[in-house]
């Protein structure tokens, strides 16, 4: 079976952003408050009041975190993780003894059953002892085989294989060496052969891939008879002959993740084990997705929670100048900001959380927005406490506690929570990603004006239909709610917040409107504009979920209400204090909104790429002198060619 060459896998932009367009799931059927949001309708009964838990699920989820916390309190060494850079089998073992490895496949399968709410609870738990084993549970449960299994394969697929989620590890593998966040590139190809496919190919990145006993790999059916062809999604077992795991990968963070490079060669998968159809693949990564990206918030909160809970305790023991540190106002500052936006990091991932839970809202939007701006905020966390700490925040712990004081992990907080801003679509894809939906009304209504494949005919139709849109839709922007002084008044001192993002709503929507009019079809390129726009719709979502979550928690009605969690009892409930700290988080969110609005218009995006472009291009070379490169010597990007291996694997199986 003859493979594909470089050349024959290289395809122009055109085609590239054809193939991603293709994936993505094109109807709202149901209401999304983060797409209503950049539209300038601020829809806040889609979320409030804040959506909470049914009894059963609150009673199965309370019961298992119980299990976990304390298991992770007395049986995990997160030292000896750091450490050895591995995950102790017997963790493992105790944790699938635990059912943790089946937190989401339904009771009917042998998992636990538990909502996308304490699901999110539970990887805060375990990401709070050792990110690198929440990196494992979330890998298996959010992405790998359980959830595409569940949302996509047939009555007999889910028969098969989700007991077995519910005991074994799994594993996602769409990323190669030369391709990451452009599919149309893919190179791995599954050939029909019989009643067979033929798969070969490398896989770069495969979390879990080094101990995992399941995966789920993306690769290309050729198109012939009787074959659709395209991107598509297979249950392969790795005890089937023709797979190995060529290195296991190692990183400046998560240093216990099973992260490999695994490749196929000539390895049988049975047409039984497709999920979907031919061709459907990357939209059930993506629909995966929508809200498998919820596991990066989990982590991220605990890490808010955490770092407050360190900045409080070391800034008022710290004692410089006569005073605590915590109240000279330069790391006062550093106080405020960890607090409020671990209580907004909460907030957000609870939020989403039950809004997936409900399946009342589509959330793509929401999950998405969750994950950018969870993965930013956390590592402007992590890097404030490190710098509250000061040098004992660049020390290991390990080394802090060989010298006899406290060993607190901030360096490698920061050095763990790095990778988010990257997993499942960095920051930059991400922008583009949101702003592609942000936009998507525009398109579907003036869509055909900006394309330049369309014609004459075609454009003035959609100049009619554009017109009429336009002329329904931007006499809304003009006023709202947030212009009368009483609105949202149930929400007492938070509602002067929630009147702000009703009016920067539709401030956003103007902006998208003005800059679609000025640069038409070359919006798409102005990717520092795009950014900003969604950074302005992640802080506005933020500020709506904390002010829901906060006017919840004072009336004592928050998803958790009622519940022990985290050992805390009722009589620790937020109350009143919520309201205080939502405020605060408001009006530093404000400042960034502003910021981010100013941005828009005010910027040096174009000179930065014109100077860039010199950059590549050498005219700078000489910046570069004076300094030696400690590179190992290597090409950019490995040699992937299919064929067998020529290494020996290091896949292992744990039990």
């Not at 829901?548 to 519940?563: F, K």
């Not at 590179?631 to 067998?644: D, H, L, N, T, V």
Request: glycine share 10%; proline share 5%.
């Amino acid at each position: 079976m003859s493979q594909p060459s470089r050349s024959q896998t290289t395809v122009d932009e055109r085609t590239a952003r054809r193939v991603a367009e293709e994936a993505r799931e094109t109807e709202w059927r149901l209401p999304s408050f983060g797409r209503q949001l950049f539209l300038g309708d601020f829809r806040l009964g889609l979320v409030h009041p804040h959506p909470r838990p049914d009894d059963d699920a609150r009673r199965r989820g309370e019961a298992f975190l119980a299990r976990l916390t304390e298991f992770c309190a007395t049986r995990i060494d997160p030292a000896l993780i750091e450490r050895e850079s591995r995950i102790p089998d017997d963790v493992v073992e105790g944790l699938r003894e635990m059912g943790a490895l089946g937190m989401k496949i339904p009771e009917r399968y042998g998992g636990l059953g538990l909502s996308q709410l304490y699901y999110g609870r539970a990887l805060m738990v375990v990401g709070s002892v050792s990110p690198a084993l929440g990196a494992l549970l979330s890998a298996h449960q959010s992405i790998g085989v359980p959830q595409p299994v569940k949302m996509f394969g047939t009555e007999e697929q889910k028969d098969r294989w989700l007991p077995r989620c519910a005991k074994q590890i799994s594993a996602f593998l769409l990323t190669e060496p030369d391709v990451g966040s452009d599919p149309a590139r893919l190179r791995a190809t599954a050939v029909p052969d019989g009643d067979d496919y033929v798969l070969n190919g490398v896989k770069l990145w495969t979390t879990n891939g080094v101990v995992a006993d399941l995966v789920v790999v993306m690769a290309r059916v050729p198109k012939s008879d009787g074959h659709k062809g395209g991107i598509s999604a297979f249950i392969v077992d790795m005890a089937a002959p023709g797979i190995t795991v060529e290195n296991r990968n190692a990183f400046m963070g998560l240093r216990g993740i099973e992260n490999g490079v695994t490749r196929f060669h000539d390895v049988r998968v049975p047409k039984a084990n497709l999920i979907g159809a031919e061709g459907a693949g990357l939209k059930i990564a993506l629909t995966t997705l929508n809200t498998g990206r919820l596991s990066l918030p989990a982590i991220c909160a605990a890490s808010g929670k955490w770092a407050a809970k360190i900045a409080r305790e070391w800034s008022r023991e710290r004692v410089q100048w006569g005073r605590p540190v915590g109240e000279h106002e330069a790391v006062a500052r550093k106080v405020a900001f960890i607090a409020a936006t671990a209580y907004a990091l909460e907030a957000i991932l609870d939020l989403s959380g039950q809004l997936a839970d409900d399946e009342r809202n589509d959330i793509r939007i929401e999950a998405a927005l969750a994950k950018l701006w969870s993965s930013e905020m956390a590592c402007r966390i992590a890097d404030e406490l490190v710098q509250l700490r000061g040098g004992r925040g660049f020390e290991t712990a390990e080394s802090l506690a060989a010298r006899g004081e406290r060993g607190v992990p901030a360096e490698q907080m920061l050095r763990d929570l790095r990778i988010n801003r990257i997993f499942e679509g960095s920051t930059e894809i991400m922008h583009l990603l949101i702003a592609r939906e942000a936009v998507d009304a525009h398109l579907s209504v003036a869509g055909d004006i900006i394309d330049p494949d369309a014609s004459a005919a075609t454009k003035a139709r959609a100049a009619a239909k554009a017109g009429g849109f336009y002329a329904r839709w931007l006499p809304t922007l003009v006023t709202g709610a947030g212009q009368r002084p009483n609105a949202y008044a149930e929400f007492g001192a938070l509602a002067k917040h929630l009147r702000y993002v009703e009016r920067a709503s539709r401030k956003l929507a103007r902006s998208i409107f003005y800059a679609a009019g000025r640069w038409q079809g070359k919006l798409e390129y102005k990717q520092g504009f795009l950014g900003r726009m969604v950074d302005i719709g992640a802080e506005l979502f933020a500020m709506s979920a904390v002010c829901v979550r906060a006017n919840a928690d004072s009336s004592g009605l928050g998803p958790l209400s009622g519940s022990i969690v985290d050992g805390a009892s009722e009589a620790n409930v937020p109350g009143a204090s919520a309201v205080l700290l939502a405020d605060a988080f408001c009006r530093q969110a404000r400042v960034r909104v502003e910021e981010l609005f100013d941005g828009l218009w005010r910027n040096t995006d174009e000179m930065d790429v014109k100077l860039a472009r010199a950059v590549l291009a050498g005219d700078f070379a000489w910046v570069e002198e004076g300094v030696l490169d400690p590179s190992i010597p290597g090409p950019w990007i490995a040699p992937a060619e299919p064929g067998p291996s020529e290494r020996p694997s290091v896949h292992r199986t744990i039990g």
